[in-house]
């Protein structure tokens, strides 16, 4: 009875495991005829932050109060199931024989269930936030293979989680393509590593008087075949896959190799410095600033001449963490920004305990921020809070001359966006900055001359 026990239930929620699962899906399908069944694949968002944090014994208790809210919803037909992880499964029997009834039946009985698990559990002293992606697959008995089917449940619900996570997802038939898509772009990513078909682009930051500081350096991939790809399309890629420890690594190294050419061209090239961004899977690796150090110090490039951003969201969800790997980077000369404030937590509560050096307001600000007075409310709060807390400030995303004036009337007296210059291929990036600077021939004046107006306008 022990070994039957183990063999078929899980022993920590007691809830029946995969195999038992395939089991009953199996029989359901065989004697199910005209009537509609639902498979729905839930998995909980973010557990692993919640088990790094605060330990194994709180995940497992957080996974056993899950278990114990599916087992109080469901109905005494239905099964519901522990997959392992944070992975749960729950057969609905006896749905409709109309498809479209079936699947209003399925995708409510979830809507209730993500409102279920979305309410706090009490463990310990702890109220513990999590939210569930769910994925739905219905069938009827044409649909013979038990393992396809919790298969194709399992796709809805990552496509669930790339709609924004606390979502449910219904599985379609062009899931498989997305899927397919999906993995043939990971492949291709995986050899784009190899193939050195990942390059920096360079994205001028323009101080008030016009002086290029340094630069943002931006990913781009150059596929043979299908040619430039979004970042937006392969970075969630990089970061779900884990790719993006390697590419991170790549970009940290690429960086660094970068800045120490610019200290061996001479004047003009040697105070120039990089904004490269920091994954939040990269950043929480527990090595991680041992890893950046140990890359600038093969390069024997100066630390402060790299700046690392990270958004809001990577430092919140282990706030002590952040802090240790911030103050050992910082103590070796390394500063921080954090990208895209605004549009996260933004909470002093945080802010002041971070050894941070800038805050970057988001483009989202920026774009209205001349005619929006909410906007130039955000902006202009952000700015005096950046000064009160001792932070330098740069706007991002700065396309007109309205929105650079606004800035500069509020304090802000560092930029960067297509008012200036777009993010340029190295040899473009050097020789802009040369010009500005007062090095090069400044050939291509004509192109700022909106900027160049401005700053006579402003006597700057």
């Given at each position: 009875?022990?070994?039957?026990?183990?063999?078929n239930?899980?022993?920590?929620?007691?809830l029946?495991?995969?195999?038992?699962l395939?089991?009953?899906?199996?029989?359901?399908i065989?004697?199910?005829?005209k009537?509609?069944?639902?498979?729905?694949?839930?998995?909980?968002?973010?557990?692993?932050?919640?088990?790094?944090s605060?330990?194994?014994d709180?995940?497992?208790?957080?996974?056993?109060?899950?278990?114990?809210?599916?087992?109080?919803?469901?109905?005494?037909?239905?099964?519901?199931?522990?997959?392992?992880?944070?992975?749960?499964?729950?057969?609905?029997?006896?749905?409709?024989?109309?498809?479209?009834i079936?699947?209003?039946?399925?995708?409510?009985?979830?809507?209730?269930?993500?409102?279920?698990?979305?309410?706090?559990?009490?463990?310990?002293?702890h109220?513990l936030?999590?939210t569930?992606?769910?994925?739905?697959?219905?069938?009827?008995?044409g649909?013979?293979?038990?393992?396809?089917?919790?298969?194709e449940?399992?796709?809805?619900?990552?496509?669930?989680?790339?709609?924004g996570?606390?979502?449910?997802q219904?599985?379609?038939?062009?899931?498989h393509?997305?899927?397919?898509?999906?993995?043939?772009?990971?492949?291709?990513?995986?050899?784009?590593?190899?193939?050195?078909?990942?390059?920096?682009?360079?994205?001028?930051?323009?101080?008030?008087?016009?002086r290029?500081?340094?630069?943002?350096?931006?990913?781009?991939?150059?596929?043979?075949?299908?040619?430039?790809?979004?970042?937006?399309?392969?970075?969630?890629?990089?970061?779900?896959?884990?790719?993006?420890l390697?590419?991170?690594?790549?970009?940290?190294?690429t960086a660094s190799?970068?800045?120490?050419?610019?200290?061996e061209?001479?004047?003009?090239?040697?105070?120039?410095?990089?904004?490269?961004?920091?994954?939040p899977?990269?950043?929480?690796?527990?090595?991680?600033?041992?890893?950046?150090?140990?890359?600038?110090?093969?390069?024997?490039?100066k630390?402060?001449?790299?700046?690392?951003?990270?958004?809001?969201?990577?430092?919140?969800?282990d706030?002590e963490?952040?802090?240790?790997?911030?103050?050992?980077?910082?103590?070796?000369?390394?500063?921080?920004?954090?990208?895209?404030?605004?549009?996260?937590?933004?909470?002093?509560?945080?802010?002041?305990?971070?050894?941070?050096?800038?805050?970057?307001?988001?483009?989202?600000?920026?774009?209205?921020?001349?005619?929006?007075?909410?906007?130039?409310?955000?902006?202009?709060?952000?700015?005096?809070?950046?000064?009160?807390?001792?932070?330098?400030?740069?706007?991002?995303?700065?396309?007109?001359?309205?929105?650079?004036?606004?800035?500069m009337e509020?304090?802000?007296?560092?930029?960067?966006?297509?008012?200036?210059?777009?993010?340029?291929?190295?040899?473009?990036?050097?020789?802009?900055?040369?010009?500005?600077?007062?090095i090069?021939?400044?050939?291509?004046?004509?192109?700022?001359?909106?900027?160049?107006?401005?700053?006579?306008?402003?006597?700057?």
């Amino acid at each position: 009875a022990q070994i039957a026990y183990e063999a078929n239930y899980d022993q920590l929620t007691d809830l029946p495991n995969r195999r038992l699962l395939l089991k009953r899906l199996r029989t359901t399908i065989d004697l199910c005829a005209k009537q509609h069944h639902a498979l729905l694949f839930i998995d909980l968002d973010r557990f692993k932050a919640i088990n790094d944090s605060l330990g194994h014994d709180i995940g497992d208790r957080l996974l056993q109060s899950v278990a114990q809210r599916l087992l109080n919803y469901t109905q005494s037909e239905d099964v519901s199931a522990h997959l392992g992880g944070d992975e749960f499964a729950i057969l609905l029997n006896d749905l409709n024989d109309d498809a479209n009834i079936a699947a209003a039946q399925a995708f409510s009985v979830a809507e209730d269930l993500r409102e279920t698990l979305t309410e706090p559990h009490l463990i310990d002293k702890h109220r513990l936030h999590t939210t569930p992606s769910i994925g739905i697959r219905l069938f009827t008995h044409g649909d013979r293979d038990a393992e396809a089917l919790l298969r194709e449940a399992d796709i809805a619900m990552y496509r669930a989680k790339e709609k924004g996570r606390n979502a449910i997802q219904i599985f379609t038939p062009s899931m498989h393509m997305a899927v397919h898509e999906r993995l043939t772009l990971e492949n291709d990513l995986r050899q784009a590593l190899q193939d050195s078909e990942l390059s920096l682009h360079f994205q001028p930051q323009v101080r008030a008087n016009g002086r290029v500081i340094g630069a943002e350096a931006l990913l781009r991939w150059r596929h043979p075949q299908r040619g430039t790809i979004s970042p937006a399309s392969f970075i969630p890629l990089a970061e779900d896959s884990g790719l993006i420890l390697s590419i991170g690594d790549w970009l940290v190294e690429t960086a660094s190799r970068q800045l120490k050419k610019w200290s061996e061209l001479g004047p003009g090239y040697q105070d120039l410095k990089l904004a490269i961004n920091i994954s939040p899977r990269q950043f929480r690796q527990h090595d991680f600033s041992e890893r950046v150090i140990s890359i600038i110090t093969k390069h024997a490039i100066k630390p402060s001449r790299l700046e690392l951003e990270i958004t809001e969201g990577v430092v919140i969800a282990d706030i002590e963490d952040s802090i240790r790997k911030m103050e050992h980077l910082r103590e070796y000369g390394i500063s921080f920004a954090v990208d895209d404030f605004g549009t996260g937590y933004s909470s002093l509560n945080y802010l002041h305990r971070l050894p941070l050096d800038k805050l970057k307001i988001d483009r989202s600000f920026i774009r209205k921020v001349h005619t929006n007075h909410d906007n130039a409310t955000i902006v202009e709060t952000i700015i005096a809070m950046a000064h009160h807390l001792e932070l330098e400030v740069i706007a991002e995303g700065v396309s007109k001359s309205e929105q650079l004036h606004f800035l500069m009337e509020n304090g802000c007296q560092t930029y960067q966006g297509h008012l200036f210059k777009p993010a340029l291929a190295v040899e473009e990036f050097q020789h802009y900055a040369l010009e500005q600077n007062g090095i090069g021939t400044k050939s291509d004046y004509a192109e700022t001359k909106e900027y160049t107006e401005l700053l006579h306008t402003l006597d700057i």
